[in-house]
């Protein structure tokens, strides 16, 4: 019997289109005869659906037209499984669309990769592949992920945020702030949102104004470093558990501007790399970005950032596949952790591929971390049997903790 796994990708997010094609893209590379894929699309309400029709790219041209004709179903746990039940309820029908044996989330962005959709899964008790609540929302909100690295001696560029209420009561002084802690240029970014989407650089104080205004229309919190004016930008992917894990080859993302935008990311081509199958669109999915692979670094630099990035996966106690985005000051030489994505697009699997491991090996990984994580949580005990009950006391006096 074939394991059942249910992909699930879209979300309210400002990287939902990306999400799609990047998990539509992997669903083709599983190993079909021990996995039967079932693809779960939710759409920008936070709402599921099945059909023989979410699994087709191309269905996603009219999304409308799509969740007119697929089931919304509802996660429900049946012992070690989760079944798939048609919303609303019929009588006299059948209204489990399916079950699933293990869950395989491929989406990006707020509200899914930040723990959301990661927190129901655990709740619902299945195995799911990738990084676990805490290590998904520390690694989406970049401020306190530059916390707990520079806490644990992992170099990150310094920073501070600036709260949306806080700027809008007195402008003048958050402009001051920030300009006591930072000479132009600085670069201002949503504390919590991935694919450049809604980051700027200011030179003065009219374009900083401009940036802040900018990135609080995608976050009501944000966060300010010193821009990089000499830099180079290198990510690298890594694989595994806080047990043991493993980095891949190095990239070198080329820009057409000051920093890396979303039209780099998803939206460019390269007449350098090919789809990886005839059915699958590499534009729209971090394989279509323009890069240097391997990057253009020596091989001291390449294994300072290999080494670098495994720890920042084990110190966020990561699982799965994650890829770490570096900046390199050619002034000083100084290499920084600039994020981490808990959920890459592509899931990196170009930067695998580079070090001789294929997508279909990739993706068993991955499978195979989220069992050994299930089976590590199932010896654990996270309750044990009391009498308290039985001492509640509700007629309005104290209680005792004892």
């Known amino acids: 019997m074939k394991i059942k796994i249910g992909l699930f990708f879209g979300g309210n997010s400002t990287e939902h289109e990306v999400s799609i094609v990047s998990a539509l893209q992997a669903m083709e590379f599983f190993d079909k005869s021990k996995y039967e894929i079932i693809p779960i699309y939710i759409s920008k309400d936070n709402k599921f659906y099945v059909s023989e029709f979410t699994g087709i790219v191309n269905e996603y041209k009219n999304i409308p037209q799509l969740i007119s004709k697929s089931n919304q179903v509802l996660l429900a746990k049946n012992k070690s499984r989760v079944d798939l039940v048609k919303y609303p309820y019929k009588m006299f029908s059948k209204n489990i669309y399916d079950s699933i044996d293990v869950a395989f989330p491929v989406v990006h962005g707020t509200n899914v990769e930040d723990g959301t959709l990661q927190g129901l899964l655990n709740m619902l008790g299945i195995p799911f592949v990738g990084c676990d609540v805490m290590s998904s929302a520390v690694g989406m909100d970049k401020y306190v992920m530059k916390c707990v690295l520079k806490d644990n001696n992992i170099p990150v560029l310094d920073s501070i945020t600036v709260n949306k209420f806080n700027y809008i009561s007195d402008q003048d002084d958050v402009i001051v702030t920030i300009k006591k802690k930072f000479d132009y ?218």
């Open 185 to 402: 240029p600085i670069i201002i970014k949503p504390i919590n949102l991935g694919s450049s989407i809604g980051i700027k650089i200011a030179k003065d104080d009219e374009s900083l104004k401009e940036a802040l205004s900018h990135a609080f229309t995608f976050s009501y919190k944000i966060i300010v470093e010193k821009a990089v004016t000499k830099l180079k930008e290198v990510n690298c992917s890594v694989l595994g558990d806080i047990e043991n894990a493993s980095a891949s080859e190095c990239e070198q993302p080329i820009n057409s501007d000051e920093i890396l935008s979303y039209k780099d990311k998803y939206l460019s081509s390269s007449s350098s790399k090919k789809t990886p199958s005839s059915n699958t669109m590499a534009k729209g999915t971090m394989e279509s970005l323009s890069r240097k692979l391997p990057a253009d670094i020596d091989d001291i630099t390449r294994e300072t950032i290999r080494n670098m990035a495994v720890d920042t996966f084990k110190t966020l106690g990561c699982n799965g596949v994650a890829r770490i985005d570096f900046i390199i000051d050619e002034e000083d030489n100084k290499i920084y952790v600039n994020e981490i994505n808990t959920i890459p697009g592509s899931l990196s699997f170009y930067l695998w591929k580079a070090v001789g491991m294929d997508y279909e090996t990739l993706l068993e990984k991955m499978i195979q971390l989220a069992f050994k994580r299930k089976r590590e949580q199932d010896d654990i005990v996270f309750s044990f049997e009391t009498n308290i009950l039985d001492c509640v006391n509700l007629d309005g006096s104290k209680g005792s903790k004892s």
